[in-house]
């Protein structure tokens, strides 16, 4: 998963960026809201957290130009103001969440799993296909009950198919949305990961189809084992 950070307090951006790290995301980051509102206006993000209070362009302001211009990604925003107000004008201008500062990063990257999930159709911490479990809290994987030992890239990978499972995903967007913005990006290097991914998992969920890009069956279907995947 890849996310935006949009945060003109230079410590609490580097802190926020630091944690998302940490628990696994991809995290690009912006200090003002010109900069904010062009990364949100042409990267693909799937979700962004985005401070009220920014020089050059407010949040709200930012977030009013990104819905009118159809960006659809999750948006939980930051604010230091207790007025409800405020709370209700970044609701009103297409805001998902909200926190207000000062806050417990805990609960920041709770809210933001519970984003990211509702945006692809999941309502649960876990998400099941097959004998394959991710438990998007610990970031911890488990097949048939057993703990699987992934690298940072190959849950990032894992995790996106699964949030996104039933539909095929292409090279192009696994690349968008695993990678931030200053990573050298190679879509052949997916294909790498991929490979690594079914070995460790040792289950032939992820399906290759040729010419498109990766697919893991929904999770009432992935029980089923599928028809033999083409490898390229």
């Known amino acids: 998963m890849r996310l935006l950070v949009v945060e003109d307090d230079k410590d609490l951006n580097r802190q926020i960026v630091q944690a998302l790290g940490q628990a696994g995301y991809a995290v690009d980051r912006a200090f003002d809201g010109e900069e904010g509102h062009f990364l949100g206006e042409t990267e693909p993000y799937d979700v962004?957290?985005?401070?009220?209070?920014?020089?050059?362009?407010?949040?709200?302001?930012?977030?009013?130009?990104?819905?009118?211009?159809?960006?659809?990604?999750?948006?939980?925003?930051?604010?230091?103001?207790?007025?409800?107000?405020?709370?209700?004008?970044?609701?009103?201008?297409?805001?998902?969440?909200?926190?207000?500062?000062?806050?417990?990063?805990?609960?920041?990257?709770?809210?933001?799993?519970?984003?990211?999930r509702r945006a692809t159709g999941h309502a649960s911490a876990e998400i099941v296909c097959g004998p394959v479990r991710l438990d998007t809290k610990s970031?911890?994987?488990?097949?048939?009950?057993?703990?699987?030992?992934?690298?940072?890239?190959?849950?990032?990978?894992?995790?996106?198919?699964?949030h996104h499972s039933g539909r095929v995903v292409s090279r192009t967007e696994i690349v968008e949305h695993l990678y931030d913005q200053d990573f050298d990006r190679?879509?052949?290097?997916?294909?790498?990961?991929v490979g690594r991914l079914r070995k460790k998992l040792g289950v032939d969920i992820i399906q290759t189809v040729r010419g498109l890009g990766y697919l893991i069956a929904p999770p009432d279907e992935a029980?089923?084992?599928?028809?033999k995947a083409s490898r390229v």
Do not use: C, Q
Not at 48 to 69: F, H, N, Q, S, Y
Not at 82 to 100: H, N
Not at 186 to 193: G, I, L, M
């Open 48 to 116: 962004v957290v985005l401070d009220i209070g920014l020089p050059k362009m407010d949040g709200v302001a930012v977030l009013e130009a990104w819905r009118k211009g159809g960006r659809t990604m999750p948006v939980l925003i930051l604010t230091a103001r207790d007025s409800w107000s405020e709370k209700v004008k970044g609701f009103d201008a297409g805001a998902d969440d909200y926190v207000t500062k000062p806050f417990h990063m805990e609960e920041l990257l709770a809210r933001l799993r519970a984003l990211t």
């Open 139 to 162: 970031g911890r994987v488990h097949v048939e009950g057993v703990a699987i030992r992934l690298t940072s890239h190959e849950y990032r990978l894992l995790a996106y198919l699964m």
């Open 186 to 193: 190679d879509s052949n290097t997916v294909e790498v990961f």
């Open 223 to 227: 029980g089923a084992r599928p028809e």
